[in-house]
């Protein structure tokens, strides 16, 4: 059993192979079947990588994850291999191209063992609107492990694979992360490319590692970070070498006042904040409480902003030309209409429609511009407190991970991202460390987010946090 | 913002969906709750306010234009529900 990359690095040194190393996790998988957290795992590919990295390890020419065994989310292109959304309308596709974030892990000799189940085109917050079935939570499996991402969670928790990728666009890294007791970073708005990521909200949406290791999310960050021909949004901004942690000097940092005041954030959420903030004091950091008097706007401009932009990147899913036709199809109408129809789930319907209106020509300027100018509100507001800040912290989740089939409105479902929507409306960094334990013995996470292009700042304080915590 | 029924319809004409029957009366009440929680931006005020549009900083991203294969036909095609050799095929159009 490898739980992170320091074990597996431990193994190799003491004459284990690659390959041995995959049959490990791959058994694993299996006992753990009833987890859903695997769509598919990629068993032929997956030894055939493992063979050709144990002959670069004896070559000496091993690139640095070498030993990495890798989860996809299933929104994530790896050519060759079949990716879905977890969605009926992508069922049988297969990807013509492996993304960049993914190229760049392949290049440094990770090997990738399968694809990992999610909300349908990532959209929900407890992994129960994949279309192939819910992903249980492997603390308590009869609750959710937490969404978008509750496969890459599921499996970086369960120790199925040493690391995995997701994807977040209104926390859908950081909300299952604090659900599982694992590590999961959303880097700033552009640090690492989105080619080969299947879109939901361009202007949102960030790759990002699952990890069981601070070390092992730094040295993801710094392999798939950088420019990229196929991504104009992708900074060009040179990486930095997140994996050498410094300890920080004397730190300022902010709490959002309102986080902790929230009504419906577990009481225990707040004592652990009021104890780290503590411990921060005494040592000699500057911990002080700012006003943001915007949380309750965050999650409806949020909902705005995103739909609209999901209502145009799934336009392309027309029955035509990939992905599912509806057999009834007669005509070009008829073929979209019911492709569309019977392909989509509830919850992607919903959310098309509701871009779909706030798009349209009688409600555009009233709710999509507006999303828009609240958007520059927020970002400003937040710029000004770093002008102040090194770091703020925050709770990730307001609770704890709760039952399967517990929230059936989907307002109230949207408002489990609460804490984490801020860093996507505003493209910081953030990340989720495992810090809370609460009395019923699941775990909860504390969200870092640090200013624009910071993540060498978010890692140095994140790994003394761990140490001091 | 009230929901109505023509509202339904024609924002699904727009996204090239269809609700009928229940659904139809679900989707009614999911939008109405969606978009009156989206009201509450109003309150926020932003006279004077640009609004956000771009979240890179980049600006202005160019390459050369160098001609390179990205897809095969073959591999273009390969996804399709349905073709022929070279084509994307599409249920009848016309009926004659």
Same mark, same amino acid.
């Given at each position: 059993m490898y739980q992170n990359f320091a074990e597996v690095k431990k193994a190799l040194s003491s004459g284990v192979s690659v390959l041995e190393i995959v049959e490990t996790y791959l058994s694993k998988i299996n006992e753990n079947s009833d987890l859903n957290a695997f769509l598919e795992v990629f068993e032929e590919t997956v030894k055939q990588q493992a063979l050709e990295v144990d002959k670069k390890i004896k070559a000496g020419n091993a690139g640095r994850l070498a030993g990495m065994v890798i989860g996809l989310k299933d929104n994530l292109c790896y050519k060759g291999h079949k990716v879905s959304a977890s969605s009926q309308i992508l069922q049988n596709f297969e990807s013509l191209y492996t993304g960049t974030a993914v190229q760049r892990l392949l290049d440094e000799d990770a090997v990738i063992i399968g694809r990992l189940n999610c909300d349908e085109f990532a959209m929900g917050s407890s992994n129960e609107n994949s279309a192939f079935g819910p992903v249980k939570n492997p603390i308590n499996?009869?609750?959710?492990?937490?969404?978008?991402?509750?496969?890459?969670?599921?499996?970086?928790?369960?120790?199925?694979?040493?690391?995995? $990728?997701?994807?977040?666009?209104?926390?859908?890294?950081? !909300?299952?992360?604090?659900?599982?007791?694992?590590?999961?970073?959303?880097?700033?708005?552009?640090?690492? &490319?989105?080619?080969?990521?299947? =879109?939901?909200?361009?202007?949102?949406?960030?790759?990002?590692?699952?990890?069981?290791?601070?070390?092992?999310? =730094?040295?993801?960050?710094?392999?798939? =970070?950088?420019?990229?021909?196929?991504?104009?949004?992708?900074?060009?901004?040179?990486?930095?070498? +997140?994996?050498? @942690?410094? #300890?920080?000097?004397?730190?300022?940092?902010?709490?959002?006042?309102?986080?902790?005041?929230?009504?419906?954030?577990?009481?225990?959420?707040?004592?652990?904040?009021?104890?780290?903030?503590?411990?921060?004091? #005494?040592?000699?950091?500057?911990?002080?409480?700012?006003?943001?008097?915007?949380?309750?706007?965050?999650?409806?401009?949020?909902?705005?902003?995103?739909?609209?932009?999901?209502?145009?990147?799934?336009?392309?899913?027309?029955? %035509?030309?990939?992905? +599912?036709?509806?057999?009834?199809? %007669?005509? /070009?109408?008829?073929?979209?209409?019911?492709?569309?129809?019977?392909?989509?789930?509830?919850? /992607? !319907?919903?959310?098309?429609?509701?871009?779909?209106? /706030?798009? &349209?020509?009688? @409600?555009?300027?009233? +709710?999509?511009? #507006?999303?828009?100018?609240?958007?520059?509100?927020?970002?400003?507001?937040?710029?000004?407190?770093? #002008?102040?800040?090194?770091?703020?912290? $925050?709770?990730?989740?307001?609770?704890?991970?709760?039952?399967?089939?517990? %929230?059936?409105?989907?307002?109230?479902?949207?408002?489990?991202?609460?804490?984490?929507?801020?860093?996507? $409306?505003?493209?910081?960094?953030?990340? &989720?460390?495992?810090?809370?334990?609460? &009395?019923?013995?699941?775990? @909860?996470?504390?969200?870092?987010?640090?200013?624009?292009f910071k993540e060498k700042d978010l890692f140095n304080f994140s790994s003394y946090l761990i140490e001091i915590a | 913002m009230k929901i109505t029924d023509e509202i339904v319809d024609h924002i699904a004409h727009l996204a090239r969906l269809k609700f009928e029957g229940d659904k139809k009366i679900a989707i009614k009440e999911d939008m109405n709750n969606i978009i009156s929680f989206m009201d509450k931006l109003s309150e926020v005020p932003t006279d004077n306010v640009e609004p956000l549009i771009f979240m890179s900083d980049e600006i202005n991203v160019l390459r050369e234009d160098i001609p390179v294969v990205s897809l095969t036909q073959t591999e273009a095609l390969k996804n399709a529900p349905k073709k022929d050799s070279d084509y994307f095929r599409i249920p009848k159009v016309l009926d004659k």
């Open positions: 499996k009869n609750l959710v492990p937490g969404g978008s991402s509750g496969g890459s969670a599921a499996a970086v928790c369960a120790g199925l694979c040493t690391a995995a $990728l997701g994807s977040d666009t209104g926390g859908s890294i950081r !909300q299952p992360a604090s659900f599982t007791g694992t590590f999961g970073l959303k880097p700033t708005y552009g640090r690492i &490319s989105r080619h080969g990521l299947i =879109a939901y909200a361009s202007s949102f949406d960030q790759i990002g590692p699952f990890t069981n290791s601070i070390e092992d999310s =730094a040295l993801l960050l710094e392999i798939m =970070a950088g420019c990229d021909a196929y991504d104009s949004t992708a900074t060009s901004r040179s990486v930095e070498k +997140y994996t050498s @942690f410094e #300890k920080p000097e004397k730190l300022k940092i902010a709490v959002l006042q309102e986080s902790l005041e929230t009504e419906g954030v577990d009481s225990e959420v707040v004592s652990k904040m009021n104890e780290i903030i503590e411990k921060l004091k #005494k040592e000699g950091h500057t911990v002080e409480n700012v006003s943001f008097p915007y949380l309750e706007y965050m999650v409806p401009t949020y909902y705005v902003l995103t739909t609209a932009e999901a209502s145009s990147n799934l336009s392309r899913f027309d029955g %035509v030309h990939y992905g +599912y036709r509806s057999s009834e199809a %007669v005509g /070009v109408e008829a073929t979209y209409i019911n492709s569309r129809s019977e392909g989509f789930g509830p919850e /992607v !319907q919903r959310r098309i429609m509701a871009g779909t209106f /706030v798009l &349209s020509n009688e @409600f555009y300027d009233a +709710y999509y511009t #507006k999303g828009q100018k609240v958007r520059r509100v927020l970002r400003d507001k937040t710029d000004e407190i770093y #002008k102040n800040f090194d770091l703020m912290i $925050l709770p990730t989740t307001p609770s704890t991970a709760f039952q399967i089939n517990a %929230v059936k409105d989907p307002i109230q479902m949207y408002l489990q991202d609460i804490f984490t929507v801020h860093a996507n $409306l505003t493209g910081n960094p953030a990340i &989720s460390l495992p810090l809370g334990k609460h &009395s019923s013995g699941l775990p @909860f996470g504390i969200q870092v987010m640090a200013n624009h | -």
